[in-house]
């Protein structure tokens, strides 16, 4: 089950239904027509979605507008099988002043980010994966610890929790399932690719020798180049509403950042899901 939180139609939305198409997976698309509220009210609405689903059914939570699919979902189920974590979110490589800025916006446990092979140490919540009673149990958690407000950020809550506890929740730290990309600069906004090699519509980490099995291009980064690589029509690869797009989700971060002393030292770690 494919779970996609989507208000509106915007940045590469349609570029993700197509990869959707041709790997015949049908998303389910959540909270198209309401108003935006935030991350945490997109996973309020999974939580809702998956209590009455199938205890292990499997339950991949991806954002509909930067997420490029590179294989079926039986080979994603395969893979996260085979891993030890019960909730598994997608990792970041970040360079020396990104993982300034994410740690400072989002680490709010004063702890910093465990460190990993390869250096993808940090967690980013646009993708993850679990079964739909493990991530009802700790959604639930979450929500019942008072986490799960409208203005929180999923990436805030998510990080506290791994870092807390890796048994609890862990990250993709090999891309075996997820490759979480950033951008080389603010102006350009072209992808950090130094990493990645593309291949007969695959993408291989030549850091970590993985083949995942899907793309997420986060930050309003120009995935044109990717699009191209990977085999898809060049109308695509044009986003909608771009600048907009990225123009407010600057302030929003800026924001955020700014409201770092008033947040600073407060652990949002949710109880061990049993």
Sequence with gaps: MVLAYATEKQAYFDLFMESCRRFRIDPVILGWGERW???CKKLESIRAYIKDRPAEEMVLSVDP???IFLSDLE????????????F????LKLQSFNAKVYEYEFNRTGLPSPENPHAYNFLNAGTWIST????YKLLSNMAECG??????????VFTAQYIADRTVMDIDWRCQLFQNILFKDFVTRRPDLDDIRFSGGRITNISTGSQ??????????????????????????????????????VAFH?????????????????????
Excluded at 75 to 86: G, L
Excluded at 231 to 237: D, E, P, S, T
Excluded at 258 to 272: A, D, E, I, N, Y
């Design 37 to 39: 509220e935030g991350t």
């Design 65 to 67: 507008f930067d997420v």
């Design 75 to 86: 080979e994603i189920e395969t893979k996260f099988r085979k891993q030890d974590a019960p």
């Design 88 to 91: 598994l979110c997608g990792a």
């Design 132 to 135: 739909t009673s493990y991530a």
């Design 147 to 156: 986490q799960l407000q409208a203005c929180d950020m999923d990436q805030e």
């Design 212 to 249: 995942p099995s899907l793309l997420h291009a986060s930050g309003n980064v120009v995935i044109r180049k990717i699009a191209r690589s990977l085999g898809y029509a060049a109308q695509l690869a044009i986003p909608e509403k771009d600048m907009k797009n990225y123009f407010r989700k």
């Design 254 to 274: 800026l924001g955020q950042i700014l409201s770092h002393k008033v947040k600073q030292g407060v652990r949002v770690v949710s109880p061990k899901v049993t």
